[in-house]
């Protein structure tokens, strides 16, 4: 009696033992909600997954290594991830989770936990394109303020210097010439609107 209990013990605890080894883990993923500035669920939107910041900071010539479109609740998730830190570019239309200089906690994660649904929520807000071209051969440094301010050198040209998804808004900008003068500098101020979707150019000298 004794040997047909420890047979029948020994049996279900294989059983047992085979059933857990066969359950495959729950993969790492993250999971990132999107919304507009008003809280809303953004749906169809594209999000390119990046596993480097240089790899996402320059994203118009880089190719994410993961793409995904949200569902109808803003949602889109990316699976069997490893634990490191991810970042992404979320864009629809002319709404994105913006230019990489922005809040790090819209487009970065923190490590993720493995074998968990990790979350993160990124805000698209109205971006558009700020294009500054030099036609002289001189360079000039050109300093934009407003919305979102920013600094670039412009070496002597013809050049020029874009960057898309950056935030609407109101913008001076001023470009001081640099090298190819005698005396004084030539400097020129511009003003602006930057409008979702809209290019916005700063041409000089003129």
């Known amino acids: 009696m004794k040997l047909k209990l420890f047979v029948f013990l020994l049996s279900f605890g294989i059983i047992f033992f085979i059933g857990n080894c066969s359950k495959d883990p729950i993969p790492t993923s993250l999971q990132i909600s999107l919304v507009d500035s008003l809280g809303n669920p953004v749906p169809g939107a594209t999000v390119g997954l990046y596993s480097t910041y240089p790899n996402f900071s320059y994203f118009i010539n880089s190719v994410s290594m993961l793409s995904e479109v949200s ?3 803003g949602n889109v998730t990316f699976k069997n991830l490893s634990g490191n830190m991810y970042f992404w570019f ?3 239309n002319c709404i994105s ?3 990489p200089i922005n809040d790090s906690h819209n487009y970065e994660s923190a490590p993720l936990k493995a074998h968990s649904v990790n979350t993160a ?4 807000k109205s971006t558009g ?5 030099n036609n002289s051969t001189n360079g000039y440094v050109v300093r934009g303020g407003g919305a ?8 002597g040209g013809p050049t020029s210097w874009l960057v898309t998804n950056y935030p609407i808004g109101q913008y001076t900008i001023t470009a ?8 004084n500098p030539i400097v ?6 930057l409008s979702c979707g809209d290019t916005l150019k700063f041409i000089f000298p003129n």
């Open 71 to 73: 569902d109808a609740t």
């Open 188 to 193: 020129r101020n511009f003003n602006g609107i």
């Open 97 to 99: 989770n913006g230019y």
């Open 129 to 133: 394109t700020i294009l500054v071209i």
């Open 148 to 155: 979102y301010p920013f600094n670039v050198s412009a070496s």
């Open 176 to 183: 001081t010439q640099t090298s190819g003068y005698v005396g």
């Open 121 to 124: 929520k990124s805000v698209l």
């Open 90 to 92: 979320a864009s629809k």
